[in-house]
């Protein structure tokens, strides 16, 4: 059984998609699972982070087992998988939300992809996040709202990238929902299926053996900052 999918995308170039997506799927961890970021936006394979949940930790070597050659490092209680932006990476999006079991993905990917993902009928996505500068780009935010609405899709809009802190916090996956900086509570319930509250940072399921130890990880692709 698959979760809800959430896509996350940007309006005429806005920045801070990125950051955004990697929020969002720290909202959508459970305690019992991962979020699941699928990004189709980069190139750059993820890098695991030095601390991350069992749950990501789990994920991420199922996902590796799964997609051998894609991009997969868990980070804080978030597992990331990079998929290349063309067809290949579209038809490995079901696949991955199958291996997730019930994780609600978010997939941030760019706007040209799109229409693409809308009609890969297996994704099916409840919901969708735009990156959008109101002020400059109010014609286009109307015309992708109502093309995702007359796909089912529910739309939310964020006018604001986050901070410099809580976007680094965001994508080593330790953003907690309510944190200063995080996204808007309001945005974050239209965008997924149960409230962010389910997240419990106080009382994580660290695996201590991790912490310290993820540069050996014979998943993380890349070296990269």
Do not use: F, N, Y
Request: with cysteine.
């Amino acid at each position: 059984m698959t979760g809800a999918v959430v896509l996350v995308t940007s309006v005429a170039g806005a920045a801070g998609a990125g950051p955004a997506a990697a929020a969002l799927a720290c909202a959508a961890a459970h305690p019992d699972r991962a979020g699941l970021l699928i990004d189709l936006a980069t190139s750059r394979a993820p890098r695991s982070g030095l601390v991350a949940t069992v749950e990501a930790r789990a994920l991420e070597e199922r996902l590796a087992a799964h997609l051998p050659q894609a991009g997969v490092a868990s980070r804080g209680q978030v597992c990331q998988l990079t998929l290349p932006p063309d067809a290949a990476g579209i038809e490995a999006i079901a696949g991955a939300l199958t291996v997730a079991r019930g994780s609600t993905g978010v997939l941030r990917l760019s706007p040209r992809l799109l229409h693409a993902v809308l009609e890969e009928g297996r994704v099916g996505p409840s919901a969708a996040m735009l990156r959008a500068d109101i002020g400059e780009d109010r014609a286009l935010i109307s015309l992708a709202t109502r093309a995702l609405g007359e796909q089912g899709v529910r739309v939310g809009i964020l006018k604001q990238p986050l901070g410099w802190i809580a976007a680094r916090r965001a994508l080593a996956g330790i953003l907690s929902p309510g944190a200063a900086g995080a996204l808007p509570p309001r945005l974050v319930a239209r965008l997924l299926p149960e409230p962010s509250s389910r997240s419990r940072w106080a009382a994580p399921a660290w695996d201590p053996w991790e912490i310290g130890s993820r540069e050996g990880s014979p998943h993380a692709r890349s070296r990269r900052p």
